[in-house]
C-alpha cells in the first residue's frame, strides 16, 4: 500500500508519532510531505524531526506560505511521479487551493484520495474557494473528519461520499505521562497552578480565564503559555485586575517539552466562547493535559464537552462565576483533583492515542483501496 502524505501539521515532532505507528502497520509505504516550515500567529513554525522512523519525510516548499486557503505545492506533481502512490491523504480542507491543487494531480496519475476537515460551522465561502470547495467534493473518494459537527456540515454541502470520525492526531502515552513521585514532591508546596495553552485571541476566552482568576482566593498562580493579537490586552487586563505577580504570560516551547509544561499544573482550562464563524473543533490541549494527569475544565462550546466526557469539568460559555467555582473547587479538594486526573488519562487511553488514530487510519486506507 503506497501512501503520499501531504501534511503541514506533520511539521510538530509530536504529532509524527502518528506517522511511525501508521508506517508500522502490514504493507504500508509511506511517504509524508510537509513544508520546511509555516507562518502562523506563532511567527515561523519550523520542522521537528521527532519521529521519522519507518517512512520518508520529505520536504517540499510551498507557494504562499502563511495563507491559510491560497498555500499549495508547486513541486507536488514531481513527487507523486517519484512516489508513485495508490492513495494521496489531504490534510487539508476542501475549500483550499492546496486540496484542489492536490486532488487534481493525484487522480491525474491514477491514485486514489481523501482529505481531512476539522470545520464544525456551516459556512458559505466567497469565490474561488465555493467552486474549489465543489469541485473536492465531487470528486474525493473519501473524507475523514474531527468531530460529528464537521461530517454534518459536509453532508449538508453535498457530499455524498465515504466518510470516518477521526482525530488528525492522537498523543503518545508514553511521552505525555503524568508526574513521577519525585517530581509530585518537588512540586508540593508550591500553591495551586492553573495554566492555559493555546492562541491568544478573543475566541479561545483568556479573558474569562483571568476574570474567574480574579475572585479566586486561596493560594494560586496562573501560567498562560501561548501568542497571539490579544497577548497584550490580557496582560493588562491581569494588570487592572490586581493579577500582575500571579499571573505568568509565556512564550510557546517545542512540542517535546510540552510534557513537563503540563505536569506543573493543577489544572488545564479551556474557556473557549463560539462565535458566528468558529467554535471549538476538538481542544487537543484537553487530551494533552489529560494524558499528562492534569484535571481539565473546558467551556461547552463545540466539541469540548464530547471530548472531556466525565474526566472533567464543564462550564457554560462565558460564565465566570460558574468557571471560578469549578477552579475553587479544585483548588479546595486534592481528592476531585486525584479523581480526575484517573479518568482523564484512562479517557486517553481508551480513545485518543497516536496508535488507535493510526490504525482507524490504516482501516480507511484499506476501504478505499479494495473499493477502488
Given amino acids: 500500500m503506497r501512501v503520499l502524505m501531504v501534511s503541514k501539521a506533520c511539521l510538530v515532532g509530536a504529532y509524527q508519532r502518528k506517522l511511525e505507528e501508521l508506517a508500522a502497520l502490514p504493507g504500508m509505504e509511506l511517504t509524508v510531505m510537509v513544508p520546511p516550515y509555516w507562518r502562523d500567529e506563532r511567527g515561523r513554525v519550523e520542522l521537528e524531526r521527532q519521529h521519522t522512523g519507518g517512512y520518508e519525510l520529505v520536504v517540499e516548499p510551498m507557494a504562499l506560505n502563511g495563507h491559510f486557503h491560497l498555500h499549495f505545492y508547486p513541486g507536488l506533481r514531481r513527487r507523486i511521479r517519484q512516489v508513485q502512490p495508490q492513495l494521496v491523504h489531504i490534510d487539508e480542507e476542501p475549500y483550499n487551493v492546496a486540496t484542489a491543487h492536490a486532488l487534481r494531480l493525484a487522480q491525474g496519475a491514477g491514485a486514489r484520495t481523501l482529505f481531512f476537515s476539522w470545520q464544525n460551522i456551516l459556512r458559505r465561502y466567497p469565490w474561488p474557494f465555493h467552486l474549489l470547495e465543489r469541485y473536492v467534493l465531487r470528486r474525493v473518494d473519501y473524507a475523514i473528519v474531527g468531530n460529528q459537527a464537521s461530517g454534518r456540515v459536509w453532508r449538508a454541502k453535498g457530499y455524498q461520499g465515504p466518510m470516518a470520525v477521526i482525530p488528525q492526531f492522537g498523543i503518545d502515552p508514553q511521552a505525555m505521562s503524568p508526574a513521577t513521585g519525585v517530581q509530585q514532591r518537588q512540586a508540593a508546596g508550591r500553591g495551586f497552578i492553573v495554566g492555559y495553552v493555546g492562541r491568544l485571541v478573543a475566541e479561545k476566552g483568556v479573558d474569562l480565564l483571568l476574570e474567574a482568576l480574579s475572585g ?5 498562580r496562573a501560567y ?12 493588562a487586563q491581569a494588570r487592572q485586575l490586581g493579577l500582575g505577580q500571579r499571573v505568568s504570560f509565556d512564550e510557546w516551547i517545542p512540542s517535546a517539552q510540552m510534557p513537563g509544561y503540563y505536569r506543573q499544573l493543577d489544572v488545564l482550562v479551556l474557556p473557549s466562547r463560539t462565535r458566528p464563524n468558529w467554535k471549538e473543533q476538538f481542544g487537543r490541549v484537553l487530551v494533552e493535559a489529560m494524558a499528562c494527569g492534569v484535571p481539565v475544565v473546558g467551556s461547552d462550546s463545540g466539541e469540548i464537552p464530547n471530548v472531556i466526557g466525565d474526566a472533567g469539568l464543564v462550564f457554560p460559555e ?4 460558574a468557571l471560578r467555582q469549578h477552579l475553587a473547587d479544585l483548588l479546595l479538594d486534592p481528592g476531585l483533583r486525584l479523581e480526575l486526573a484517573q479518568r482523564g488519562r484512562e479517557r486517553v487511553l481508551a480513545h485518543y492515542t497516536q496508535a488507535q488514530v493510526a490504525a482507524q487510519t490504516y482501516q480507511v486506507y484499506q476501504e478505499i483501496l479494495e473499493a477502488g
Fill in 224 to 235: 498562560i503559555q501561548g501568542s497571539g493579537p490579544e497577548r497584550d490586552a490580557l496582560q
Fill in 318 to 321: 462565558d460564565d465566570a462565576a
Fill in 216 to 220: 479566586l482566593e486561596g493560594t494560586w
